[in-house]
Nanobody, 123 residues
Framework: VQLQASGGGLVQTGGSLGLSCAAS????????IGWFRQAPGKEREFVAG????????LYGDAVKGRFTISRDNAKNMVVLQMDSLKPEDTAVYYC?????????????????WGQGTLVTVSS
């Protein structure tokens, strides 16, 4: 499956930003889509994930209550809405796909990755 992430940019603390992950190439009903982020000098961190054909969602502790993941099946797209952004949210954000119905939080369990999109939150 091919993934393309977009929507990054510069935003002030407390602001909002929406990231999109467009998927193509396969039937997606059996895939989980996850968002990860990686800040300079840090490991890749799980942000949020959703199964493609159900309403199961999972969030990383650092973003619970502030970020929302949703999907648009008609557009083969998964959206990550980020609200109440903090400087520590600054990172390159990646979307990734994992076959099956389990939302893994380890990056190693995802076989397909989109290119990253940079999110910068200024203080």
């Amino acid at each position: 499956v091919q993934l393309q992430a977009s929507g990054g940019g510069l935003v002030q603390t407390g602001g909002s930003l929406g990231l999109s992950c467009a998927a193509s190439g396969r039937t997606f009903s059996s895939y989980v889509i996850g968002w990860f982020r990686q800040a300079p000098g840090k490991e890749r961190e799980f942000v949020a994930g959703t199964t493609w054909s159900s309403s199961t969602k999972l969030y990383g502790d650092a973003v619970k209550g502030r970020f929302t993941i949703s999907r648009d099946n008609a557009k083969n797209m998964v959206v990550l809405q980020m609200d109440s952004l903090k400087p520590e949210d600054t990172a390159v954000y990646y979307c990734a796909a994992s076959r099956g119905g389990y939302i893994w939080t380890r990056a190693a369990n995802y076989g397909d990755w989109g290119q990253g999109t940079l999110v910068t939150v200024s203080s």
